[in-house]
């Protein structure tokens, strides 16, 4: 079990560089999250007809790097830790964590049967 908790806390710590729950009432500054980075870069991007402005390429590229390292490090934690743990439940005739295949920045979820 605290094996578990422990992996479930170093996951969230990954998501929270993505979102993040508010911890209490009012605003936040959420500029840091990678989630609201792509949104910005969105809704920069859907202002205009026009071609990417310099700045919109520069965000893009620095956000398309801030992803790369999330993606990077999710990856890293699914192949190594996660299915550790997903192997060591299957052993106990648990089927808790199912495979899953590392995700990419033009990932596309498969489609299920």
């Known amino acids: 079990v605290e094996e578990g908790e422990q992996l479930r806390e170093r996951l969230k710590a ?3 560089r993505i979102v993040s729950q508010p911890t ?13 980075r792509l949104r910005s870069i969105y809704s920069s991007l859907q202002s205009s007809w026009d071609a990417p402005t310099e700045a919109q390429r520069i965000a893009m590229q620095q956000t ?3 992803l790369q390292e999330v993606l990077d ?4 934690l699914v192949a190594g830790e996660v299915t550790e743990f997903r192997r060591r439940a299957e ?3 648990l089927d808790l964590i199912r495979a899953t295949e590392p995700l990419t ?3 596309v979820p498969a489609m299920r049967n």
């Open 14 to 16: 990954v998501a929270d």
């Open 24 to 36: 209490g009432q009012g605003l936040f500054n959420t500029s840091h999250l990678l989630g609201s």
């Open 64 to 66: 398309e790097g801030a």
């Open 73 to 76: 490090e999710l990856n890293a």
């Open 91 to 93: 052993d106990l005739g």
């Open 105 to 107: 920045i033009d990932w």
